[in-house]
């Protein structure tokens, strides 16, 4: 069975609140990309995963992949022998949520292996419990998510256009950026801060890409513009190309920017590729 892990980018990232467990509440609008990796999943005759990657990664217990299927086969009790072969494409720590695709993509796996014992939400549930994001990369799509982000709502994306992706060298790492947050806003720890995404998703639900300029909003790009500066500079060489929008993706540090002209695009990835940066052409799915 194959099966591709769709990346996702964030065109809205508001931080809200910090929570007694040490998490945060968001209020967030992720979008599935068409930025992929793939995975080739076999049953074997043994007991539990074996994982394969053209990556440079681990293919340990501590890959999410592995803790996908070790958390699958402890909520049924009953673990079955799969080996897995990752062709890893999306870049990693780079927030674009290419672990918990991948995850995702196990869960879905390992679950129509199983004769689909578990329902969506109940997947998601699993999800859950191995990454805050996990449980978006397994509905996919455009979703309105709220909680750490397992709290979804699903909402209609009609704007269009070219969306290039672009990653310097060095990645960031989450629990990192969450704590240049706290440092910088110390209202978490004082009944939160509101997040306001209406106007993104009207102008989204009609597809009116001028209205939804100003609303696209990432509250980590300010703090890892700091600590990554060519945050900065692919986010302007995008605008300067004629990106209509160009926004960091999660807790960074890729840029997304979105183009209505496909030469404008190419002539972008061009020129990030020149001053070193890993570029992707992709689009919204
Ligand atoms: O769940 P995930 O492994 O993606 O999260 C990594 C780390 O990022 C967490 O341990 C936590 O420190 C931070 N985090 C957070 N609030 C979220 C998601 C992640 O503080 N909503």
């Known amino acids: 069975m194959e099966l591709k892990a769709y990346a996702k980018i964030n065109l809205y990232l508001d931080v809200t609140a910090k929570r007694q467990d040490g998490y945060h509440d968001l209020v967030t609008v992720m979008q599935s990309v068409s930025l992929a990796d793939t995975l080739t999943f076999s049953r074997t005759a043994g007991e539990g995963i074996v994982l394969h990657t053209d990556g440079a990664l681990p293919t340990d217990d501590s890959n999410l992949i592995c803790r996908a299927a070790n958390a699958y086969f402890a909520r049924t009790g009953k673990p079955f022998g799969i080996s897995v072969d990752l062709e890893k494409r999306i870049p ?39 990454g805050a994001d996990v449980p978006f990369c397994i509905v996919g799509g455009t979703q309105l998510c709220r909680g750490i982000g397992e709290v979804m709502e699903s909402v209609p ?24 947050l706290d440092r910088k806003y110390d209202d978490f720890k004082h009944g939160g801060r509101k997040a306001c995404p209406s106007a993104l998703l009207k102008a989204m639900q009609t597809g009116d890409i001028t209205a939804a300029t100003p609303q696209f909003m990432n509250l980590f790009e300010e703090v890892v513009c700091v600590m990554r500066p060519f945050v900065g500079e692919i986010r302007n060489l995008m605008l300067k190309n004629g990106a209509v929008a160009a926004m960091m993706s999660g807790s960074g540090p890729s840029v997304w920017g979105l183009f209505e002209n496909e030469q404008q695009a190419e002539a972008a990835q061009q020129e990030l590729q020149a001053i070193g940066a890993r570029v992707f052409v992709c689009h919204f799915i």
């Not at 927030?95 to 390992?110: E, H, I, R, V, Y």
């Not at 994306?157 to 629990?175: H, K």
């Open 92 to 130: 990693m720590q780079a927030g674009l949520g290419g672990g918990s695709a991948d995850a995702a993509a196990t869960l879905k796996a390992l679950n129509q292996m199983d004769g689909n014992r578990f329902s969506v939400q109940e997947l998601c549930e699993i999800g859950a419990a191995v």
């Open 157 to 180: 994306n009609r704007l269009t256009g070219t969306l290039v992706i672009a990653i310097g060298r060095e990645g960031v790492s989450t629990p990192v950026a969450f704590k240049e």
